[in-house]
């Protein structure tokens, strides 16, 4: 508002909507977002093995930015895109962008690794180990478990005038190899792949877990996978002198450039480029460590077509997502208490001999009388998802009386009662139609599974929306009821998966108001 200058009364001023002040980039408030994740893990009122998984998430984060965010602008950058965004920026502006705000938050979660978390671990008896530090009867153990175990499984393969450039997967972690031929004194590179079918980390035996002066109860020593290797390249490489080996790892592109209009069948689509992605696109970013030579810096670099903007370099373990593997330890005094989930006091009251053992029943409670009354809020995961969506689905699935079930299915766990649910309401000759929207990312795989299953039981699947995504979480439910059909419906800001529900806070509302039911009846009709 401003002033008018005659009669001192305010008045409103017509702001120009696209002036790039106005708006932030998203690509740089997707990093502030996993900023936030990165602190939870710095944070010191986080328990230490929680903390561990927030530097994982931190990581894993930024793989799926990689793959996707800054692979579109690398595409549009060779495509000589100059469109600006709202906010005014082209897409080289928003790459150099990236790049400036991300180096100092990656460098700071590796030095807070090293400095802070390792040695708090080794406080509660979590020892990971570098190679070099272990005893010799340690090493000896791990030259047996290399040869007998992990030499098997690897491929070194050499790179030069004869032995091109090999193919690197997506995210693939591996070891660039210096050699010398003692009979030519020549110079050799090879390439070894950091095999992922193992475990990163593997932990020695319990009577070789001996700490020198410690006073702490032991709970897991160990090593990291890539070291092993390393320490043990003589097996690999016979009659070759072993000068130096160097750590990186890299991240292709992933985005799914899924052409609609052009495909009669999304899902054949979709199939289509899943393949593609296994290979994976042009690459995007490589991690190294600081010890890596420029010159062999300069030769990865040349064959993977990258830039110095496109190389970040880590002081420390590469690839911290796989810390993730250590919230398995059976150390609840290192963990956040576990959560237990409620019922609603109205389905509580319901039924008083339910105990929370048998939340994952209905435990004879009535979902269409309880609903029927009112509406009924329910709120993950305070509320159990079990004993409340999912059992709602369920009941409707076995209910003589419920016609049909429709519903929307973005993302579900492997093993899915909800699935379930909807194969045995198909089985039981009731109208099932699912929307499964293939183009979840990251989870388009599990999706046209899920989807085939279905449709094997009888389900009517749909699967999305050709040009669009479909994000909405909703099931309709229709029932005859003595002369008059009912329509009863859950409409929720969560994917229907019963793992993620005990994580995440999500809302739903579970009603039977007729305007409800219209309306996704129109939604459902439309799809």
Known sequence: MSKNKKNGTETPVEKNLSNPQYYFNREFSWLEFNRRVLSEGLDPRTPLLERLKFLGIFSSNLDEYFMVRVAVLKKQIEAEVHKLTPDGRTPQEQLDGINQRLLPMVSLQHQFFEETLRPELGKNGIYIFNYIDLNQEQKTYLQNYFEEHIFPVLTPLAIDASHPFPYLSNLSFNLAVMLKNPDTQEDLLARIKVPKILPRFLRLPEKLQQIQENTHTINWVGVPLEQIIAHNLGSLFPGMDI????????????????????????????????????????VVRMEINPTMPSKLKKILMEKLELSEKDVYTVDGLLDLKDLMSFLGLPLPNLKDPSWGSTMPPRLRNYSDDITTRDLNENNGIDFFEVIRQKDLLVHHPYHSFASTVQGFITQAAHDPNVLAIKMTLYRTSGDSPIINALIAGAENGKQVAALVELKARFDEENNIQWARKLEQSGVHVVYGLAGLKTHTKIVMVVRQEEDHIRRYVHIGTGNYNPKTAKLYTDLGLLSCRPELGADLADLFNFC
């Open 243 to 282: 000068q130096e080996y160097h750590l990186f790892r890299i991240t292709r592109d992933a985005d799914l450039a899924v052409q609609e209009d052009e495909g009669d069948d999304l899902l054949l689509v979709i199939e289509k480029e899943l393949r593609k992605q296994r290979i994976g696109g042009t």
